[in-house]
């Protein structure tokens, strides 16, 4: 049987993919910006969450069993990344990736409480 990928997968893989995204512009923007901004522990953080949420929807895009595996750290990280982004409350790309990270986590979250078909 073919691999199916149901509708609420593919909002997820859309949400990982949108943080992915987000997460490599603003560690380009964090460095450009400087100061704590800069600070290695926040753009490791970012680094390490645009890493695996491409990484999660990789493996769901692939049906891999271990996609909950995957997600369920993709959570945690996201959750993370949103904590740090929040602390720079003033600036709308910190924001807006705090935002995305959240809604990231939420639905990887549902992925890691469902098993692979």
Request: glycine share 4%.
């Amino acid at each position: 049987m073919a691999h199916q990928i149901s509708a609420e997968m593919r909002r997820c893989i859309e949400n990982c993919s949108d943080c992915h995204n987000v997460c490599v512009e603003a560690s380009a923007h964090c460095l450009e910006v400087g100061g704590k901004h800069a600070e290695a522990m926040h753009v490791r953080l970012l680094l390490d969450c645009a890493e695996i949420c491409m990484t999660s929807a990789n493996f769901m895009l692939r049906g891999s069993d271990l996609h909950v595996k995957t997600c369920a750290v993709c959570a945690e990280v996201c959750e993370r990344c949103a904590d740090s982004c929040d602390a720079f409350g003033d600036d709308h790309l910190m924001k807006q990736c705090a935002e995305i990270c959240r809604r990231c986590a939420e639905s990887c979250r549902k992925m890691a409480a469902t098993p692979a078909a």
